[in-house]
């Protein structure tokens, strides 16, 4: 799904964390075919956060999205991020709503996330939103592109808590400036 985007200017960096499934296996073979891929490797401990780090800190683009093994994106996900955080230089932060499916392609959830948002709020608004709902109403990283320089200025992503390091990094982030809310599931 990462390969299928209707925005073509992207890299892609693939990071095998000691994994014994053949992944790293895999992505060289992708790399072969396609020059936006590259592949590296994690050394095994440090959990998601390490590799997250390694990824975002090894990525040349000024835009960041992490898209995890288990994701799909939409095939306009890239250019309608892309294009929001173009025309709104104040948002250091594009998410979009999503569908949980699960390990058969069923359907567990239609729509999630960002609730009643919708366009730019304020960064400090989100952050009381998510605060308030309890949860984490930006989704998993999939959902999310951020402004690679604010996730630098912010110190990367935060593991303080190893179960809120999405959120906590995009409360973070969202401490520089506004999220632009994408009402479609992408």
Same mark, same amino acid.
């Given at each position: 799904?990462?390969?299928?985007?209707?925005?073509? /200017?992207?890299?892609?960096?693939? $990071? #095998?964390? $000691?994994?014994? #499934?053949?992944?790293?296996?895999?992505?060289?073979?992708?790399?072969?075919?396609? #020059?936006? &891929?590259?592949? !590296? $490797?994690?050394?095994? =401990?440090?959990?998601?956060?390490?590799?997250?780090?390694? &990824?975002?800190?090894?990525?040349?683009?000024?835009? +960041?999205?992490?898209? *995890? =093994?288990?994701? +799909?994106?939409?095939?306009? !996900?890239?250019?309608?991020?892309?294009?929001?955080?173009?025309?709104?230089? $104040?948002?250091?932060? &594009?998410?979009?709503?999503?569908?949980?499916? #699960?390990?058969?392609?069923? @359907? %567990?959830?239609?729509?999630?996330?960002?609730?009643?948002?919708?366009?730019?709020? /304020?960064?400090?608004?989100? %952050?009381?939103?998510?605060?308030?709902?309890?949860?984490? %109403?930006? =989704? @998993?990283?999939? *959902?999310? !592109?951020?402004?690679? @320089?604010? +996730?630098?200025?912010? =110190?990367?992503?935060?593991?303080?808590?190893?179960?809120?390091? /999405?959120?906590?990094?995009?409360?973070?982030?969202?401490?520089?400036?506004?999220? %632009?809310? +994408?009402?479609?599931?992408?």
């Amino acid at each position: 799904s990462v390969l299928s985007q209707t925005f073509a /200017d992207f890299e892609v960096i693939v $990071s #095998d964390h $000691s994994s014994a #499934d053949g992944t790293e296996s895999i992505a060289r073979d992708y790399a072969g075919r396609d #020059d936006r &891929v590259r592949v !590296m $490797s994690t050394p095994a =401990g440090g959990g998601a956060v390490r590799n997250w780090n390694a &990824v975002s800190t090894a990525a040349t683009g000024e835009y +960041l999205k992490l898209v *995890c =093994g288990d994701d +799909l994106i939409h095939p306009r !996900m890239l250019e309608l991020q892309v294009q929001a955080l173009d025309a709104t230089p $104040s948002a250091s932060l &594009v998410a979009s709503r999503r569908r949980l499916i #699960d390990a058969h392609g069923d @359907e %567990i959830t239609r729509e999630r996330g960002l609730p009643r948002m919708s366009g730019r709020v /304020d960064g400090v608004t989100a %952050i009381r939103a998510t605060v308030l709902a309890g949860a984490n %109403i930006f =989704g @998993e990283p999939a *959902c999310v !592109m951020v402004r690679r @320089e604010i +996730l630098a200025d912010a =110190g990367w992503w935060d593991s303080t808590n190893p179960y809120l390091i /999405d959120e906590a990094t995009y409360a973070r982030v969202l401490a520089h400036g506004d999220l %632009i809310a +994408l009402p479609l599931v992408l």
